[in-house]
């Protein structure tokens, strides 16, 4: 392994690699193939490799409890909708995947029909009741299925992103009923911006790319008998499904939110006006 | 760009690249390919993907003034020498290139014939004069060609990881005289471990490798009118010769240390006892 050249650099690298388990031989092994492959086509000036080891540390030390700035770049290269794409080959009927992103976070068990808009958020007037069931995949509803919902508010915004919102808003865990059904109160959602003051957002200003993501819900559905489904409910109209920055967007998943303004029914929601009303039936697929 | 699926995936993503600089382009696109690639030929669980987040995020964040995580990571992957060599395409007889490594730092400029080692090293009698001619292709000695010369002491250790060496031990900046000479007083190096406290030290680990580096003396030649050299003068006889961590060693950069037992001559550079020799004569390729 003396006398390296452009040559024998790969093969005497993976001489080297010799790991006990055999996945890790095999990973490993495909990488430095495929990072080999990419250096050798690009041929890189040692500036060049320089700013991609800046870029990379830039990106590690961008992350903190609140900011995962490498899920956004795996997510802005599509690399995790591949992941999801590979790991989610479904069942006829089953409800698509996407992405998780990066806003998942611990929330309170609700009941259905709560509120989950608990600060400012909503003055604007975009209150909305979200509904629907869960069933498998021979229609039969489920009951006592967690639906961890999280979303932004109508201004584009997490909690976590926003210190006018209290902790845990615009999230719940609800479960549906003995219909298979669940629904609760809320915002509708804006599309919004992925976080662009770090190194992702240097990369998307450089290709030519929009940071955006059209509105949506964050839906994950767990139940011991079926398989975990991680998705996303769209707001039909939103301008940004065809060109989301994160590469999410299903048809199956996109949804009118229908405006609604019989103001006795928004008296029963306890909204002060018109509100919007969307739909959403999952279907979850049996473990094996 | 809707409905993205395993298969259209990688062409939706490489659509949205719409860089105005063709570099970028090229690069990104590139990238993205490979890096999807890589995806579908090993197919990570979601947990393996969150795992390959993790150690990203780690390298990263274990990155400081004195500690570049990444650099280690593309040594140890052999992208660094893979770009080395790349951009190092060199003409017959010029001398041969190898990584820079982690630890390049300022250093003073000193005469030919100053003693570098400042510290408590050399109590293990180690001690070496290293000597040598800077010429041109044609064989002519080039004058005034500043000779930057960086080491770990004889146990292995660079002044940045060891609090006992004062600051800017064991470098130098040198100047080659009028018949093309340097020489300067020193201790012979050792081989040492890279650092293996991070991400970096766990791939090592999993993957079945050692840590060590065989014993080197780095020079950096540079001269307004020849391209910069970097590279290192490796000692005859080490262990790891073969087995190189960061895969750097070539023949032609081995170089016996010979020791030396005459008291008058270790006297007369001022060493207690037996001392090292080694002689190294570069060449230099004429700039464009």
Redesign the interface.
Known sequence: ??????EN??E??LR??????PR?????T???R?????????????D??FTA?DF??????K?DAQR????LL?DT???????????H?LAEGVTETTVTGPFHAAALEMGNGAMIARGPEGQRGNHAVVRGRVLDVNHNPLAGVKVDVWQSDDDGFYDVQDENQPEMNLRAILTTDEHGEYWFRTVRPSSYPIPTDGPVGE?LL????HPMRPAHIHFRLTHPHYKRLTTHVFVEGDEY????AV?G???SLVVPFVLNEDRAKAAEYEFPGPFYEANFDFTLEASQ
């Open positions: 392994m003396r006398n390296v050249t452009e650099l790969t005497a690298v080297q690699i010799t790991a006990q388990d890790v031989q095999q990973v490993v495909s990488l430095v495929h990072l080999h492959a990419f250096i050798r086509e690009v041929e890189p000036t040692e060049e490799w080891i990379l540390t830039r990106t590690g030390q992350c995962q700035e490498f899920i795996s290269l599509g690399v995790t909708m591949l992941v999801d794409a590979i790991n080959r990369l450089a290709t030519g790319r499904l065809d060109s989301d590469f967007v299903k048809d």
